[in-house]
Structures are given as structure tokens and as C-alpha cells.
């Protein structure tokens, strides 16, 4: 039975309540301290955390950088590393290779990690497959991904990085940076039973969504039913350290180098060609220039090794702490045609992993070089890649729905979990 918005704002008050009452004696943190960064604002050494579940392949000095953003590499920093079996890429441009195997040089998708926010929309073969985005099946090549919906149900007069709590989707899709704050607030601050945090028989390494929910809203919440949270980055009134700081260090956001006008687009740099155009920046590299240049990390990893830190700390025989050795990597990298791998757009050099999206903008992806495109999909028109997938707009066509950018009110909208079997598909309600 569904509880209403009304009721669940009570059960999540309730419950941070209990656990901070029942959790009073209880300190994980004290044994198990999380590593920091001293040169960080004393925040957690998330490079170091991802590490230790995401071991990297070696690397011989620095990665390699661009001279300036869609430029040429600069001299003496022009070698990129090997790939190496069951390790991760230590030098990371683009999410194309997302969801494969990793020595694509690749990490996994929050649909991988079970990240509960995502609110993905499903493999059809339409524009934003896999993203967040929701652009109907039938959508033209064309359509600009980020014209199309999240499901992300926004406060009243659109105020920015605020969420309405609802009944369909409860907190709504929020960034992974919101609950990466939120877990590390309540681990650090012990005043909760950590070993709670965990369920024996689901996803026994993942932190349970209904804790998450908690967490979140404990941190985020507001008396009037929304989740507000700021950006990642350090604020005058919202300093690193602050309780409602989701400061991450590893989101390179606005490098003073990189940056001009119109190629900053969150941690995304994209040429002025790809920008003036307006394609969907997901599409343009990470930080390609100066010291920091491959070094982005993506926060749903930062999450899920989190996750597994803590989890390898409460139950070290069933949670190892290398992700792929858990059992929240079971079955990943293991078929590109069942993965949650995202159908790239054509590049200006599809051979390069620091490439800028070609202008005038193309999708798909062509496949003639290490971007994926619809190859993925071979014969069929869908593909089944398990995990969690929000269906109702991306199954509406574009004669009944507008695609507007930004999040939407949803209602009746249906989730579909898609088996490894391709003709296996099950529909569930959220």
C-alpha cells in the first residue's frame, strides 16, 4: 500500500528520530574512521575511497591533458595508460563507455549501482536512452536530449535544486552528491546503529533506500514537504562542512582555466562549436586541461563506494571492498548488449576518448570507432539491460507529450525491470 506524501513526511521524521535514540551507543566511525583529505577542507579523501573499490589500472606520471579545451595534447603529457582486467580507468574523459566492460576505460552507471534516484529511462533506441532524460520512443534523431523531462517533480515556482516529495516518486530523482552528503553526515556524526543501515537478504552490500530516504530528508528535508539541497561546490553561506554542504571536490566544476562563458556546463567542457549548438553536454568530455584533467569522478561512484566501504567494515566475508568482487557488481561488463552503456552521439573523431561532440550535431553514434552506438541494440528494438527504468513518457509519443526541459509532476507512471533474458520482461508500480 502506498502512503500518501503527507504520511511519509511524518514516517521519515519519525524514523530519524528513533535511529538517533537507538543508535546513541553505537560509533562505527571510531573504529573505522573514514581516510580524509587534509588538503581538501578536511572532507573524506574520495579519490582514495574509490580507490579502494575501483582499484585503478597503473599510471607513470600524470594523466593526459589538452592545451586548452578541444585543443591538441600538450607536450609531455601525451601517454595514456593500459587497461588492465578488473581494474578501472584512472585517467576519465567521458562516461561514453559507462555501464561496459572496464577495460573500455569505463565505471559503472547509477543504474549499475543500484543508485534508487536515477529514475532512468528505459533502451528503446530513442535519444537519452539510459539518461535521466525521458524523450518519447518515436523522438527525432535530432531532438536535443536535455529538452526532455526528468522525473524530478519540482517546488512550487520553480525554485532551483528543490523537490517536492510525492506519492509516485517519493524524494524524486536528486543527484547523487545529495545522499553521497547525507551518508557521510550520519556516519561521521554517530548517532545511529550503522549495522541498520544494511538488509541480510536484498542487495546486502547496498544501504537500504528506505535509510537513504531518511538520510536525505533528515539532512535536506523542510517542514513543508520538499527536499532542498544546494550545488557541489563551496558556498559563502554553505562552507564545506556544513551539514547542508554537498561540496565534492571531484566534480572539477568551473576550472578557472578551462572555463569560458559558454563551454562551462556543469563538470562538462565542451568546445564553443558543441556549445553554441547547445548539445546535450553530457555528451562533451570531463576535465581534459591542466592538473585535474582526468581526474573527474563521478558521484554515484563516490556513493557506491561509499556504500561498500562502510558495508565491507559491518560484514567483511559478504561485502569484499573491490566492487567488482561484490555482490553488487554481479553479472556487470559482462555483454555490451545487455549493459546500460548510453547511445553516444557522433564526435568531431570518433577514435579519440577526449573528442568533442561533431557540429552539426549527429546521433547516433556511427560506431566506426570506440563510441557506442545503436550496435548495441543488434536486431532487436529494445535491450534488455537489468535495472530499474521509470516507462510512461518515453512510451507516450510525441504527438501526446511536449518535451520540456527541467523536472515534471508525475502521476500513474509505471517502472520496468528488464531481465537478462531479452524476451523477459516484467512490469512493476512504483
Not at 28 to 57: T, Y
Not at 279 to 306: K, M
Amino acid at each position: 500500500m502506498r502512503l500518501s506524501a503527507t504520511l511519509l513526511l511524518g514516517s521519515l521524521q519519525g524514523l530519524s528520530l528513533l535511529h538517533k535514540t537507538a543508535g546513541e551507543n553505537v560509533c562505527l566511525f571510531n573504529e573505522h574512521p573514514l581516510p580524509v583529505n587534509s588538503d581538501d577542507q578536511g572532507e573524506p579523501h574520495w579519490k582514495q575511497i574509490i580507490e579502494i573499490a575501483f582499484p585503478p589500472w597503473d599510471l607513470v606520471g600524470d594523466c593526459p591533458r589538452l592545451d586548452k579545451v578541444g585543443g591538441m595534447l600538450a607536450d609531455g603529457y601525451n601517454t595514456f595508460p593500459n587497461p588492465q582486467a578488473k581494474k578501472f580507468n584512472p585517467c576519465y574523459y567521458t562516461k561514453a563507455f559507462a555501464g561496459l566492460d572496464p577495460m573500455k576505460g569505463g565505471y559503472p552507471t547509477p543504474i549499475d549501482t543500484k543508485y534508487p534516484y536515477e529514475f532512468a529511462a528505459p533502451f528503446f533506441k530513442q535519444p537519452g536512452d539510459g539518461s535521466t532524460h525521458h524523450c518519447p520512443i518515436n523522438a527525432s534523431p535530432d531532438t536535443p536530449v536535455q529538452s526532455c523531462p526528468k522525473v524530478a517533480p519540482k517546488c512550487d515556482g520553480g525554485v532551483k535544486d528543490c523537490n517536492k516529495v510525492t506519492d509516485e516518486f517519493g524524494i524524486g530523482h536528486v543527484p547523487p552528491f545529495v545522499p553521497l552528503a547525507a551518508v557521510k553526515n550520519a556516519y561521521m556524526n554517530c548517532d545511529e546503529d550503522i549495522h541498520s543501515w544494511f538488509n541480510d537478504d536484498v542487495d546486502p552490500c547496498n544501504i537500504k533506500k528506505s535509510v537513504l530516504d531518511r538520510l536525505i530528508f533528515d539532512t535536506f528535508g523542510t517542514t513543508d514537504g520538499t527536499v532542498k539541497f544546494t550545488p557541489p561546490i563551496i558556498l559563502d553561506d554553505v562552507p564545506a562542512g556544513d551539514p547542508k554542504s554537498t561540496y565534492y571536490k571531484l566534480e572539477y566544476l568551473d576550472d578557472p582555466v578551462a572555463c569560458t562563458e559558454i563551454t562551462c556546463k556543469g563538470p562538462h567542457y565542451c568546445s564553443n562549436a558543441a556549445a553554441e549548438a547547445d548539445i546535450w553536454r553530457d555528451f562533451c568530455p570531463y576535465i581534459h586541461t591542466g592538473e585535474n584533467s582526468g581526474q573527474y569522478r563521478h558521484p554515484h561512484v563516490a556513493l557506491a563506494a561509499l556504500e561498500l566501504w562502510i558495508a565491507n567494515k559491518v560484514k567483511p566475508t559478504e561485502c569484499p571492498a573491490t566492487w567488482l568482487d561484490s555482490p553488487n557488481a554481479k553479472g556487470y561488463g559482462e555483454d555490451g548488449m545487455t549493459s546500460t552503456s548510453i547511445t553516444w552521439a557522433e564526435m568531431d573523431d570518433n577514435t579519440d576518448q577526449i573528442a568533442q561532440p561533431a557540429v552539426p550535431y549527429m546521433w547516433p553514434n556511427s560506431g566506426n570507432g570506440i563510441y557506442p552506438g545503436h550496435e548495441l541494440y543488434g536486431e532487436s528494438s529494445m535491450k534488455p539491460a537489468p535495472g530499474l527504468y521509470v516507462t510512461r513518457f518515453v512510451a507516450d509519443s510525441t504527438d501526446g507529450m511536449g518535451t520540456t526541459s527541467g523536472g515534471v509532476g508525475l502521476s500513474s507512471a509505471q517502472a520496468i525491470v528488464s531481465a537478462t533474458i531479452a524476451s523477459a520482461l516484467a512490469i512493476v508500480f512504483m
